[in-house]
């Protein structure tokens, strides 16, 4: 049964997954609608980091899952011999 803490912690976990899902799709999709000038691109660094940002944690990602599926698959073989 969950408790209060535990509610409290899956309310600011879900918050701030929404924040930055918001952030993020205002960043991309509606910033380059937004002239320029504008005080929001104060806001937000710049639009190559959207790109970036994601890839490099998408490659970091996969690195560290596949050292994991490494290590576990050597450990697996060291075990049997």
Known sequence: MPTGHDQLAGWGMVSFASFIFIYYTVWV???PF????IFIHKL?????????????????????LGSF?????????????
């Open 29 to 31: 999709i509606v910033l």
């Open 69 to 81: 599926v490494s290590y576990v698959t050597f450990k697996s073989k060291m075990k049997k011999s």
């Open 34 to 37: 937004v002239e320029p000038g």
């Open 44 to 64: 937000f660094p710049p639009r190559i980091y959207a790109i970036a940002g994601p890839l490099v944690a998408g490659v970091v990602a996969l690195l560290l």
